[in-house]
């Protein structure tokens, strides 16, 4: 029996620009996690619109493939998130996921030998000041993100929407020295990474590196109506 499915319309006008398309979800209580595509699609929207703007005042994007010195960053994902990694990790053959486990495994030691994964895992409770100061230790020790594979991403297609919102106009060498205070973002008029955040309520951000001790710990959270929790997060933007 196939299953049930409904079409709804996705509308938002970002800095005058106006985003509108239809996203296919289950008609049925299911995993929260279904409506990532349709922040993904709409993330990129948004991304492109504030690329626009930047190049119209003579800004180019400097990000390229081979330019990995944000995937050392600590990345914040929302707890949906967190479960469609882990969902996406199940989901490979295990010759493939193997390489990215022991990645996974190998980072976290090395957090822990530096004495940040106390701090990562309590990061929510830590006021402003504190977490700046925990990010900048952790882009210090330089651990790469698990995906980050000859220098690429290896989950580019399924990237987080974090990732998805970090572009930069300023030259490629300064994103290795952020001290340096040169870096230079691309202003977006919206972030689907927060308003998904805010969506789930109590819930902090789960650093990408500790992304399966959280999902092995929480339960998944279930959305009753898909579409009705799409359209809640895309009111919040």
Same mark, same amino acid.
């Given at each position: ?8 319309? #996705? ?10 398309? !239809? #996203?296919? %979800? ?5 995993? *929260? /996690? ?12 948004? =991304? ?5 703007? &930047? ?8 990000? /390229? ?9 600590? =990345? ?7 479960? &469609? %990694? ?13 390489? =990215?486990?022991? /990645? ?6 090395? %957090?822990?030998? *530096? ?32 995906? %980050? ?18 572009? =930069? ?13 040169? #870096? ?36 998944? !959270? ?16």
């Amino acid at each position: 029996m196939p299953a049930k499915t409904q079409n709804i319309l #996705v509308k938002l006008t970002v800095n005058g620009t106006p985003i509108e398309g !239809a #996203v296919e %979800l289950p008609a049925i209580p299911s995993p *929260k /996690r279904v409506i990532l595509p349709a922040l993904q699609g709409l993330t990129d929207a948004i =991304v492109g619109i504030a690329q626009q703007e &930047a190049e119209s005042t003579g800004e180019n994007v400097s990000c /390229r493939k081979g330019c990995d010195a944000c995937c050392r960053q600590m =990345v914040p994902l929302a707890p949906t998130e967190v479960f &469609a %990694l882990a969902a996406y990790l199940d989901s490979l053959p295990p010759a493939a996921a193997a390489p =990215v486990l022991e /990645r996974f495994d190998r980072e976290v030691e090395a %957090l822990e030998e *530096k004495g940040l994964t106390e701090f990562l895992r309590h990061r929510h409770a830590l006021a402003p000041a504190q977490m700046q100061a925990l990010d900048r230790a952790y882009f210090a020790a330089q651990i790469p993100c698990p995906f %980050l594979e000859n220098h690429a991403c290896s989950i580019h297609a399924v990237r987080p929407l974090v990732c998805r919102e970090y572009l =930069v106009t300023s030259d490629a060498k300064f994103c290795a020295q952020p001290e340096a205070d040169k #870096v230079r973002q691309v202003v977006l008029g919206a972030r689907t990474s927060q308003a998904l955040l805010k969506s789930e309520p109590g819930a902090g951000w789960v650093p990408l590196v500790l992304a399966r001790e959280y999902a092995a710990q929480h339960r998944e !959270a279930l959305a009753a109506n898909p579409a009705k929790a799409l359209r809640g997060i895309v009111k919040r933007l």
